[in-house]
């Protein structure tokens, strides 16, 4: 494996997240509540990934906001551009070069395999390549930095490790190269469940809850969620096992009023009404702070937009290196290598 570059002794990690408006709470649970923590150990490379978001249709009239979006609600929760850089991926056209020259190395079965594929592609007529190829534009965002490590929720695990494939595929045929990254997964975490109760939180599915939504419109949002389906009266007792909302109160409500919620779901003593609206009121509360940063961004675009372009400045520095290098191992330097 070839060194991992970083800034003085700390290791360099990456992530990215697709714009799709501003950050649901299982983007925070699982992956920019931990990104914050980390930016004091770790060089720290956060991304908007556009580029990932157009193989799923993304509207080009709304995409510019959406970036916009986005970035604010990363600068919002905490993540910071004095201790990490922050970019959006198409202002580094290096990363769509090196998913191409990964091509080279990537078979078309683990690309196949890969759930999320499977997934999105099941009720298309025709199937964009994009979809199928989106892994290897992802692993070329992290080796194009050099990533020791990438914190990310459960659901990317299949996707990391086809990077570590490509790493090492690509190690194995043209030499040391790329370090095989480490998926940092929030275990403790897992999969956040949407508010329909079964499916992964996703913008995509509508059952999400927006970290920079306004009081009202997270308890519009949360008084809707599914709970235990066979409760159906206020006082039938529930089983706050199999009930999403209970699960979403342990990262919100403390200990006490979870135990006192659980008893009293059991015995049938409190609806799930009023369940939903501890938790809503409680996730308002955490999110304060954030919705009043994200107010004087708002306020202030241009210092989001020079965020943005400090960021990609520095990152097309490293990038055009990784770039240049890999170009030199796949022997695409006719011109050093003839003069
Ligand atoms: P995306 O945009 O779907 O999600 C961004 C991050 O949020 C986490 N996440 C979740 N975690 C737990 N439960 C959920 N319901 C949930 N929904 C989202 C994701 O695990 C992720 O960490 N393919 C990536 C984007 C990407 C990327 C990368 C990530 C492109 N290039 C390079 C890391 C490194 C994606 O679609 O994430």
Known sequence: MSDTPSTGAKKRIFSGMQPSGEAHLGNYLGALRRWVGMQDDYDCIWCIVDEHAITAGADPASMPAMVFDLAVSYLAVGLDPEKAIIFVQSDVPEHTELAWLFNA???VGDLERMTQYKD????????PAGILNYPILQAADILLYKAYGVPVGADQKQHLELTREIARKFNAAYGDTFPVTEPLIGEDVGRIVGLDGKSKMSKSLNNTVPVLSEPDDVWARVRTAVTDPQRVRRDDPGRPEVCNVYSLHAFFTDDTTRTDIETRC????????????????????AFAPYRERARQYLENPDQVRRVLNEGAEKARVIA?????????RMGLNWREALS
Do not use: H, M
């Open 266 to 285: 059991r015995a049938g003593t409190i609806g799930c009404v009023d369940c939903k609206r501890i938790l809503s009121d409680n996730i308002s509360d």
């Open 105 to 107: 190395v990537t078979p």
């Open 120 to 127: 999105k592609s099941q009720n298309l007529e025709s199937i």
């Open 320 to 328: 055009r290196e990784t770039l240049a290098e890999t170009k030199q």
